[in-house]
């Protein structure tokens, strides 16, 4: 990294987004979504859990963590002889037919065959169309971009690129209550500006050190394009000079959408409010948007919400104004203004939005005529009589954050949602898939390589279910949930496989991935963590273990469980982490969160789960997201940490009686993955938010292990194919890369 890129980059990825319910139509529809118990969303749950791994024990992640952790990073990266400098290097294996999360899109105003999209957690990437066909590349920008929810084009000049980073739902002070915790996908580090299409980009609003904010619209004068607005969870900043400076003119937070009319472009508007903040509703501004000159609207507008408004302004007759309005578990309907906001009415109080007003949702209004709406939240609706009526279409994936309207066609139309990127060319009538090629799924841990076939790999993502690897780029997708979770191969038969999905629900195919069945049915499905283990011994692997706050074993592949100690948890807290022996189906080892009356706890068992020990020790109380066992020694453990303030790699070699920091050489980051060569094990590899780190002396040096990995990368789980001799890096945001291992580099 150069040194003048050199600024601490965050990467807390996003996302973790829209987490779908699948118990009783988990096969027949992997997209169906599902409120939680207490007015939640998954989608919330998911972004809370994420979040606490990563800050506990604070409430917030701290942005002086990754301040401390930024000299070590360019330390290990400079003396990085063997990564950086490999003949072999990191090589991504896809899903590329499988798009991620995206909530930010534009298009060329000169050349609409070039499209830009913002990916939750994979960065910015750009479309571009030929005739029937399309290719994706991903831009680099020079700097640690993950999250990019906002792209503006000059449309007089479209060299002139702006990006928006960080995917915030949340004002940064949160207080832990449902509805006001920190529920960010990705932090930021402000608004970057290019001038020749994406080759270079330049800070424009550097908030490098203020990651907790994010940048949420982006906004170009159409007359004068020398004015920029941001909208930001700080309020809206102006800029008069295209990006070289900027002035904050309005100061009410979390300032969502903006818009500006388009024939007198001295009108405003802005939409705030979310999570964390005061004084939501809409802002009108009559004189360019300069300081003091908002008026907040009323005339029929809710006097307040609790989740985001999304605003769309007829460009036809921008008098007309329109206002999609949502509390956060719940749509306050579609609201119209005909007289530049003065006065509102509710046209629809059609509930689109659903359970997630605070997370994904829009209404898109023809350009030319007002009676064709699209009203997007959870699913997509269309109405062809000005919103009297809507009908569902079930074309795309769920969970709508963005469209982007063609500047000279207004029946082409792109849509960003989690599943990627889509488009129509006939108004909302039929609709196009445009993923091929654009890898930006968000992959959990609990990733499984088959140990005897080089082409067979399973993996859970977000919101897009469990996905199976074949040795085409191209995977087979759809397989078990709506999130697919932790996954397990039958080293013996790899026609038996595992799945899970949120909350531990699991499946299990017997005929290599064509049919499955539920095999959940015997847990109390009470106290689990989102994204909850199991573990299948590769030993034995009738046998299964899985983990809620207690622990269930099965050995028959998951046809019955029985629970183990005595049927008393381990602590009283959900088991996050499991690890089995390589040797002996009896020995696992088991890791709790923390939480406000406990702290986090690691348990071992010699007897099948019988009884357990606490090994914990003198251990920093930390989320301690991964375990595992060493592949020659059963009382050897290894434990990847969370949070920061602490060394992120520990290990015991005597069942827990002592533990030593094996992690001084590695950077304060949240650490996800740990896992040992099997053929070399003094060779040791971690992956955490920033990449992929590697010891060849059992733990008392690190270097780097980056090459032809993204510039910023959130590595979630490490997984090894024996077969081949292959590691395999699955990320957050980008899909899963391939490399040899170390010892077969050298």
Known sequence: MKKSLMVLFLVIAASLAMLIAFQNQRLKNPCADEKDSVGGSDAMKALDFWTAQRAFPERSIPDAGFYRAYDRIQEIAGRDNFGLNAADSWKSIGPANQGGRTIALAIDPQNPNMIYAGSASGGLWRLKMHGNSYSWESINTGYPVLGVNAIAIDPTNPKIIYIGTGEVYGYQNATGGLADRTTRGSYGIGLLKSTNRGVTWTKSIDWSYNQSRGILCIKIDPKRPNIVFAGT?????????????????????????????????????????????????????????????????????????????????????????????????????????????????????LDYANYQGWYSHYARVHPTDPSKIFCAGINFYVSSNGGTNFSRKDEMHVDHHVYADHPTNPEIVYFGNDGGVYRTLDGGNTYQDLNEGYVTTQFYNGFSSSPTNPNLALGGLQDNSIVMYTGSRDWITNLVGGDGTYTAIDPQDNQTMYGSSQYLYMARTQDGGRSWIDIYQYFRQRNSCFVAPFILSPSQPTRLYAGEDIIYRSDNK?????????????????????????????????????????????????????????????????????????????????????????????????????????????????????????????????????????????????????????????????????????????????????????????
């Not at 009323?298 to 989740?307: A, D, I, Q, T, V």
């Open 558 to 746: 998951g046809d019955s469980w029985s629970i183990q100690n005595s049927g008393n948890p381990l602590n009283g807290n959900p088991v996050i982490s499991l690890t089995i022996s390589h040797q002996n189906p009896d020995v696992v080892y088991a890791a709790t969160i923390p939480s406000s009356a406990k702290r986090a706890n690691i348990f071992s068992t010699r007897d099948g789960g019988l009884t357990w020990k606490n090994i914990t020790g003198d251990l920093p109380n930390r989320y301690y997201i991964d375990l595992q066992v060493s592949p020659q020694n059963d009382n050897i453990l290894y434990t990847a940490l969370g949070g920061f303030g602490t060394s992120h790699l520990f290990r015991t070699k005597n069942d827990g009686a002592t533990w030593e920091d094996i992690g001084k050489g590695l950077p304060d980051f949240p650490t996800s993955a740990v896992i040992v060569d099997p053929a070399t094990p003094t060779t040791i590899y971690v992956g955490n938010d920033q990449g992929i780190y590697v010891s060849k002396d059992n733990g008392q040096t690190w270097q780097s292990f980056n090459q032809g990995l993204p510039p910023a990368v959130i590595v979630m789980d490490l997984s090894i194919s024996r077969s081949n001799n292959k590691i395999r890096a699955v990320t957050h945001g980008n899909g899963i890369f391939e490399r040899s291992l170390l010892a077969h580099i050298e």
């Open 233 to 349: 969870t700080e309020g809206v900043y102006r800029s008069t000079d295209l990006g070289k400076t900027w002035q904050k003119v309005q100061s009410v937070l979390m300032a969502v959408d903006l818009v500006i009319n388009p024939i007198s472009t001295n009108t405003v508007y802005v939409s705030c409010g979310n999570f964390g903040s005061s004084g939501n509703g809409i802002y009108r501004s009559m004189q360019g948007g300069k300081a003091g000159t908002w008026t907040k609207l009323g005339g029929g507008l809710p006097p307040s919400w609790s989740g985001k408004t999304l605003l769309t302004i007829y460009q036809k007759s921008p008098n007309i104004l329109f206002a999609d309005i949502a509390d956060a578990f719940t749509s306050k309907g579609l609201y119209r203004s005909m007289d530049q906001g003065q006065s509102w009415e509710r046209i629809t109080a």
